[in-house]
């Protein structure tokens, strides 16, 4: 089957632009995951979605990130105001069970951004 | 809080030899144990995990680890390598049941494999 898929792939932003970044988790996935992986760096935990509550943003750096799943299917991850720290790939990750010991977590390709 | 250290950012092997890239963790609780592998422009793929029991995993591509409770360890081997095992491989961890399975990585190790 399908596997987690994102969109755009690339994205160059102007510093102070608006950007949303899609995901699309694997179809009947309860939980689905966002991480931001900077450059020679390993992802890092941005939040956590179980449905469509969001359970944990505790990783969102500022109040410029803003992220929904408003029908627990597909989430949108916005960044208000870019700024150039923001360039990292913004991976998104679902997994079937959130209370599962160890659940496996299926990984989009990420989308790549770029601020100038 | 769980943190996670990988202590090589980058192993050069030559094929067909034994590479193991180190692993570890801190952590006042019990953790699960992952390690991803991640190939250019592609996303993470899980090669395995460590939940409990055995503390020898195996997992996909004739990778395998070993869960070192007393020295917090969980490195990752493999006996013979190939090219196209060149790519990036993330250690994490993740808290016990209770929890949503949230995973801390470590910075990453690039193994780089040369013929």
């Known amino acids: 089957g399908a596997g987690v898929s994102q969109s755009p792939r690339y994205k160059v932003a102007k510093r102070g632009q608006d950007v949303a970044l899609r995901c699309d988790p694997i179809?009947?996935?309860?939980?689905l995951f966002w991480y931001q992986q900077a450059l020679g760096q390993g992802p890092e935990f941005l939040t956590y979605f179980q449905n469509e509550a969001q359970l944990d943003k505790s990783g969102l750096p500022s109040d410029r990130f803003f992220a929904e799943r408003p029908e627990g299917s597909v989430s949108t991850l916005k960044i208000q105001r870019t700024q150039q720290e923001d360039s990292a790939v913004y991976l998104c990750?679902?997994?079937?069970?959130?209370?599962?010991?160890?659940?496996?977590?299926?990984f989009g390709p990420g989308t790549r951004l770029l601020v100038l | 809080a769980q943190s996670v250290t990988q202590l090589d950012s980058q192993v050069p092997v030559f094929e067909e030899a034994p590479v193991e890239l180190r692993c570890n963790y801190s952590?006042?609780?019990?953790?699960?144990l992952f390690w991803y592998v991640q190939y250019p422009n592609q996303g993470l793929q899980l090669l395995l995990k460590y939940l409990s029991g055995s503390t020898l995993v195996k997992g996909i591509n004739g990778f395998e680890a070993e869960f070192n409770k007393s020295q917090t360890s969980f490195h990752l081997r493999k006996p013979s390598v190939h090219i196209s095992d060149t790519a990036e491989y993330f250690c994490?961890?993740?808290?016990?049941?209770?929890?949503?399975?949230?995973?801390?990585f470590g910075a990453g190790t690039r193994l780089a494999v040369h013929p």
């Open positions: 994490a961890v993740s808290l016990p049941p209770g929890g949503y399975n949230k995973l801390i």
């Open positions: 952590s006042s609780v019990s953790v699960y």
């Open positions: 179809s009947g996935h309860v939980s």
């Open positions: 990750a679902s997994s079937s069970n959130p209370q599962g010991p160890g659940e496996t977590q299926y």
